[in-house]
């Protein structure tokens, strides 16, 4: 079984159909990549999984189970974690407080643990900032020592892709969105984060989903790529198949002038 | 460094367009101050033995501001400004000149017109006041003369060397709050039996003496002349070595040095105050729970009170006899369990429904709940079991065996009020830095992202509403047993307004803030109907509230004593550079270990 399957889905906003027909299946310990150009769809069929807007019509099926319906926090709960395109971190909570806060879902003490302090609660609490500095450190030494109790605004914007990768991680899923992971970065700054991308699979076991511009990163990381254009998916395949097929490349760069007949 | 090393300007290369901007700005604030009635009701407070009144006070210091205003140089990076020389002092005259102007034409105007009708302060009283009752010949002198004076001096306080400046904002600071502080100095003096200290200091019909006055602001400017700013200095210094684990033990033992002032001062203080420091504790506790609410999940919540009558309603039912419906005339602590209960109720109850709201909706919404809560109160359809605007009489005092906490004695119920605080101040404290705490912050700073993160945001603002419900609850249950009686009518919208103000002047999620907030707001301007130490501002209070929360908004907007959190949040340009000069090797190392 595969562990997310996309049925016929369907995302119309207003008349405008944002995605139709999609239908695709990811494996586990796949890194699929989703291309296309600028409004295809990618970024909306991102927030469909997580729960932020709710499709039209078909059918959203992680692990057996339909994420239909669920509120987006149920979504994370079940496995599911994302990125932004736009950096959305918590700017005023510190680097660490910003991974700390993303276990949410996987740790239970509520006010009377607090108020106590109880055994319970301190030993969480405990496990929550080990695991937190643990997955800090997966990035090098760029968010740990005195990073960590920096606010996030303070940080550069790498680092903060960075940090939003860290956070997502923190949520323990099995499945990890990510939304244009290396936009704004340098090419020593990218080439890194595509060698943590395959790590992230190997060494964390996700399977992950990434929507990216970068083509040198699409052909580093992935296994298969998806390709949308105004909503409908065009092609996928190996990288190679779906780089040399006609129809994503007029999609990205236009028909070529045909002659006059 | 100080960009003032141009000759200072000319005496009449003036800018007269600003002054006279300022100028006007500077009378026509006299003369509101003047007509909204300030001097002539706050006159009968006497400062300075026959020298100055709080009234007089409220119209001499607008110069001097304006004066300071209208003088200060704009500071721009790489721009040097002219040095500040008798040119500006010149400006400043001319501002408080124009102010004096404005108190003239008012004068003139009151003394041939009659508009009573709209204007009820445009009387012969506010008249007799400006003109000293020596006409209006001398009244105009004196005012134009004093708003050169201040004025110039206003403008002079740039120039002087630091150290002057300190001496000056001592001695009269430290006048001023001296003279306000009387009844509380007074009261303090009798209770450590150290009478001849006050009889010394002020006059026997109120006001500090002359004499005294004059002692005081000198002793009061020479301590910055002894001490040199070594206090400072020896302040930073401690700060800056601390290590974190330090820091929380001294902040430890200067909350228990705080606890045991309180603990221990009410036994030095008359009735008059300790039913102040009472009135201030029940608003702090409240604030401490809106605090909660508002500061840590950021929801704003403009019906509080709701919480409030509730407790106040609990109690009154459970342990007044004259309950009209259902008296079991149980203990206070059993009440207070019953409270409890009712508050989490109306907590989930009012928050079920408008916590998915966001940002202003919430705050309209549960400002329209607030005032539902409170008509309930008083309808009449409730009246056979509230007693409708007759509300709950005779409620009994607190019975704890060895002593009895009844509103009569109001150290016991400031005691009573400080307990239930303790619980306030620990429970924000422990919660702040739990998991819940942090759900609360990350969904104040985005909410659609937590959501996505996977904090159940409904859950945590459900909590986050019903810990506020609980402690405001409690100062209601307080209030019942120390006032004896609940109506509808103390349960205004007025009191969440209060709060609110309370916890943005003391600094939004910050304990200590909210306490300052309190004390200064509640102790001593009042709160909606307790009077504070200054009982002539009863009139006064919401628009000294609103001046109040203008001003903060416009030139401290994180509060008077605010977390680092929101300080860094409010300035993080400031933060930034700071951050950026201060870690700038190991960036540069950092960058260099990138490109290998």
């Known amino acids: 079984m595969s562990l997310l399957e996309i049925k016929n889905l369907q995302i119309t906003f207003g008349g405008l159909d944002a995605l139709s027909n999609l239908d695709f299946a990811i494996e586990e310990g796949e890194i699929v990549s989703v291309i296309g150009p600028n409004g295809a769809g990618k970024t909306t069929f991102f927030n469909a999984i997580s729960g932020m807007i709710s499709p039209t019509s078909g059918e959203i099926i992680f692990d057996g189970e339909s994420v239909l319906g669920l509120d987006p926090n149920q979504i994370t709960e079940m496995g599911i974690a994302r990125t932004f395109q736009n950096v ?16 949410h879902c996987r740790t239970s003490q509520l006010v009377v643990g607090a108020l106590f302090q109880t055994k319970a609660f301190k030993k969480e609490e405990r496990e929550i900032r080990e695991r937190a500095e643990e997955i800090l450190s997966f990035f090098g030494t760029r968010l740990v020592g005195y990073r960590l109790d920096q606010p996030a605004f303070a940080l550069s914007y790498a680092n903060r892709r960075r940090l939003e990768i860290a956070r997502a991680m923190a949520t323990q899923p099995r499945l990890l969105l990510l939304d244009e992971p290396v936009a704004g970065m340098n090419p020593i700054e990218t080439a890194e984060l595509t060698t943590l ?21 699409v052909r580093d990381v992935s296994d298969r790529v998806v390709v949308l254009d105004h909503g409908v998916p065009i092609a996928q395949g190996s990288y190679d198949a779906v780089s040399t097929n006609p129809d994503v490349i007029e999609a990205y760069l236009g028909r070529p002038v045909e002659a006059k007949s | 460094m100080m960009s003032t090393s141009l000759a ?16 006007s700005i500077c009378a026509l604030s006299q003369v509101f101050i003047c007509l909204v009635g300030l001097p002539a009701e706050l006159d009968r407070r006497i400062l300075i033995k026959s020298t100055l009144s709080l009234g007089y006070l409220f119209i001499i210091w607008v110069p001097l501001v304006f004066g300071y205003v209208v003088s200060k140089m704009v500071e721009l990076e790489g721009i040097e400004n002219p040095k500040p020389g008798p040119a500006d002092l010149l400006s400043g005259a001319v501002t408080g000149l124009l102010g004096g102007l404005g108190l003239v034409i008012l004068m003139l105007g009151i003394d041939n017109f009659d508009l009573r009708d709209p204007l009820l302060n445009w009387n012969p009283r506010l008249f007799r006041l400006l003109t000293f009752e020596n006409g209006i010949g001398f009244g105009s002198m004196v005012w134009l003369l004093s708003g050169v004076g201040l004025g110039t001096l206003g403008a002079a306080l740039h120039q002087m060397t630091s150290r002057i400046r300190k001496m000056i904002a001592y001695a009269t600071f430290g006048l001023f709050i001296l003279a306000v502080l009387e009844d509380v100095i007074d009261d303090l003096s009798e209770g450590l039996r150290l009478e001849w200290l006050s009889d010394m200091i002020y006059d026997k019909k109120g006001g500090v003496t002359v004499t005294s006055a004059i002692v005081i602001a000198v002793v009061l400017a020479l301590i910055p002349m002894v001490t040199r700013g070594k206090i400072k200095e020896k302040v930073t210094q401690y700060r800056s070595n601390e290590e974190p684990g330090d820091q929380q033990r001294n902040s430890i033992i200067l909350f228990a040095l ?29 604030a401490l729970g809106l605090n909660i609410v508002v500061g840590l999940a950021g929801l704003l919540d403009l019906g509080y009170v709701a919480f409030f009558a509730v407790g106040g309603y609990t109690t009154a039912v459970f342990t007044s006899p004259n309950s009209p419906w259902f008296s079991p005339e149980t203990h206070f602590g059993i009440s207070l369990l019953a409270v409890v209960v009712m508050a989490t109720l109306a907590g989930l109850l009012i928050g079920a429904p408008v916590i998915r709201m966001r940002g202003d909706y919430l705050a309209i919404v549960t400002l329209g709940f607030g005032e539902i809560i409170r008509l309930l109160f008083l309808s009449d359809w409730l009246k056979p079991y509230l007693g409708g605007s007759q509300g709950i009489t005779n409620i009994p005092g607190i019975d704890l065996g060895p002593w009895e906490v009844r509103g009569a004695d109001p150290r016991s119920v400031f005691y009573m009020v400080l ?6 101040i620990y429970v924000s404290w422990r919660l702040q830095g739990s998991r819940l705490g942090r759900a609360w912050m990350a969904i104040r ?4 992202v937590a959501e996505v993160m996977g904090i159940n945001t409904v859950n945590s603002k459900l909590m986050a509403f019903v810990v506020g419900a609980v402690l405001a609850s409690f100062s209601g249950a307080v209030l019942a047993a120390k006032v004896g009686s609940v109506f509808p009518k103390s349960f205004e919208i ?10 943005i002047v003391g600094g939004m999620g910050s304990i200590t803030g909210v306490m300052v907030g309190s004390l200064v707001l509640i102790g001593i301007l009042g709160g909606p109907r307790q009077p504070g130490l200054l009982q002539e501002f009863q009139n006064y209070k919401l628009l000294i509230y609103g001046a109040l929360l203008v001003f903060m908004m416009l030139k401290r907007p994180e509060g008077l004593v605010p977390t680092a959190r929101r300080t860094r949040e409010l300035h993080q340009e400031e933060y930034l550079q700071d951050a950026w000069l201060g870690d700038d090797d190991s ?9 290998v």
């Open chain 2, 445 to 448: 700073e985005d909410e659609s």
């Open chain 2, 419 to 424: 307990a239930f605080c303790v619980l306030a």
């Open chain 2, 258 to 286: 705080v606890a045991v002032v309180f603990l221990v001062l009410p036994w030095f203080l008359g009735g008059i105050v300790n039913e102040l420091l009472a009135n201030v504790g029940l608003f702090l506790l409240l």
């Open chain 2, 587 to 595: 960036d540069q190392q950092e960058e260099a270990g990138e490109r």
């Open chain 1, 88 to 103: 959305r971190l918590f700017p005023n909570m510190t680097v660490l407080e910003n991974v700390m806060v993303s276990q």
């Open chain 2, 8 to 23: 200072p300007r000319k005496l009449f290369d003036q800018n007269w367009k600003r002054i006279i901007f300022w100028g």
């Open chain 2, 494 to 503: 007025l009191v969440s307004i209060i709060i609110l103000v309370v916890v």
């Open chain 1, 197 to 217: 991308i395959g790590r992230l699979r190997d060494e964390w076991g996700f399977t992950i989903v990434i929507i990216e511009h970068d083509m040198k990163v």
